[in-house]
């Protein structure tokens, strides 16, 4: 991918984080890795994203529930049990940053308690802090959600929150923000780019499930049905085993794929989502996928693969995109939800769009002094 015609660094990122996770210290460490290897640029969709390099990104505040973690040091949180990512860049500086005790509400799932702590929540009993002042003091410009799955009033409460201060919010969770018309038409009128939601993996189960379902289609090749199930041994795994909190990520993960089909499937013909939690996975997430389909003259066609990753570092590669592209949205005075972005990085965007198609817009606007209607924000 290109390098979005900028070839120096415009300066600092300021980011908050509510969520304090797998995912999050994924992203932490890769911006660690990436500024002490400015020279490496595998595993970046762009070094160079519209005047930004991963080494810009300044986390500036910090939010979770985990009594390991609330009070801490941020460079001593991301470290805190029940995280348990594959180590990238374990010496991390001094941030200057607490992790803040933010508001529980719907964000630590009952059935939580029932499982040995060093795998799951342990909710702090401090107060919660005033999170919109404190994203003020900390002069943050975006928030990126990783709050878990199924955290319904909590996201509306920190987007709510974004609103409140004029913060930018990426919304990496299966809770619908910027696909939803109140909440999107909320940051347009506020004038506050808005990316989300549920973010892709940079190389993940949905993605490659969508680019087969899209080949097939592109090929003559029609599927009759197809799966995608899902294993792994992290905090967001467990968390998923209460099957109410599944809802909006199973519509989520399944509209992803369906999208890339003409005539979408019947709901007993797919089957898509988070299958179980198997503890000794950790953070590797293991992916079953089957598509049954017909070809040339009604034949039959199978096909299976395995894909074995580690899930945070994965979610991490696309989120370094996301950070950069909000901020190269902000700098043009963009509203609203940001369309191609979200359709490249997000599963579940207001607008679906091929990858292909996706990435070329996304490229074309950072190439642009000024978008076109369609590159722009969502109106």
Same mark, same amino acid.
């Not at 180590?87 to 500086?93: N, V, Y």
């Given at each position: ?205 949905? #993605?490659?499930?969508?680019?087969? *379902?899209?080949?097939?289609? $592109?090929? %003559? +090749? ?6 995608? /199930? ?92 996301? #950070?950069?592209?909000?901020?190269? *949205?902000?700098?043009?005075? $963009?509203? %609203? +939800? ?6 490249? /990085? ?34």
């Amino acid at each position: 991918m290109s390098n979005g015609g900028y070839s120096m660094s415009k300066g600092n990122i300021r980011v908050a984080i509510c969520g304090v996770g797998n995912c999050a210290s994924a992203l932490i460490q890769g911006i660690e890795y990436y500024r002490h290897n400015p020279s490496i640029q595998e595993g970046l969709m762009h070094n160079n994203l519209g005047g930004y390099l991963p080494k810009d990104i300044q986390i500036v505040a910090a939010f979770d529930i985990d009594n390991r973690k609330v009070g801490r040091p941020l460079e001593e949180a991301v470290f805190a049990p029940p995280n348990s990512i594959y180590p990238i860049w374990t010496s991390l500086p001094n941030y200057g940053v607490e992790v803040q005790m933010g508001p529980v509400l719907d964000g630590c799932a009952p059935h939580m308690k029932d499982f040995p702590p060093d795998r799951t929540f342990l909710p702090s009993d401090k107060k919660p802090v005033d999170v919109e002042k404190v994203m003020k003091e900390s002069e943050a410009e975006i928030l990126i959600n990783y709050l878990p799955v199924g955290s319904a009033d909590a996201v509306r409460y920190y987007a709510q929150c974004c609103l409140n201060s004029g913060i930018s919010l990426i919304n990496c969770m299966p809770e619908f923000i910027a696909s939803n018309a109140e909440w999107a038409e909320k940051f347009r009128q506020q004038g506050i780019p808005l990316i989300g939601d549920d973010i892709k993996s940079q190389v993940g189960a949905t #993605i490659i499930h969508r680019v087969l *379902a899209h080949l097939f289609e $592109e090929r %003559g +090749v029609r599927i009759k049905r197809t799966y995608q /199930l899902n294993t792994g041994g992290n905090t967001d795994f467990l968390n998923m085993l209460e099957r109410s909190r599944l809802i909006n990520k199973k519509i989520s993960k399944t509209e992803a794929v369906q999208s890339q089909l003409s005539q979408p499937l019947s709901e007993e013909n797919i089957h898509i989502g988070p299958s179980d939690y198997v503890p000794w996975q950790g953070d590797n997430k293991v992916c079953f996928l089957r598509i049954e389909a017909t070809n040339f003259c009604g034949v039959p066609l199978e096909l299976e693969a395995r894909l074995s990753v580690q899930d945070s570092p994965n979610s991490a590669g696309v989120a370094i995109d996301a #950070i950069r592209y909000c901020r190269v *949205a902000r700098d043009r005075g $963009e509203a %609203g +939800v940001m369309l191609p972005v979200s359709a490249y /990085l997000m599963k579940h965007p207001p607008v679906q769009m091929e990858e292909g198609e996706a990435r070329r817009e996304m490229e074309a606007y950072l190439t642009r002094k000024v978008g076109s209607s369609r590159l722009k924000a969502q109106s």
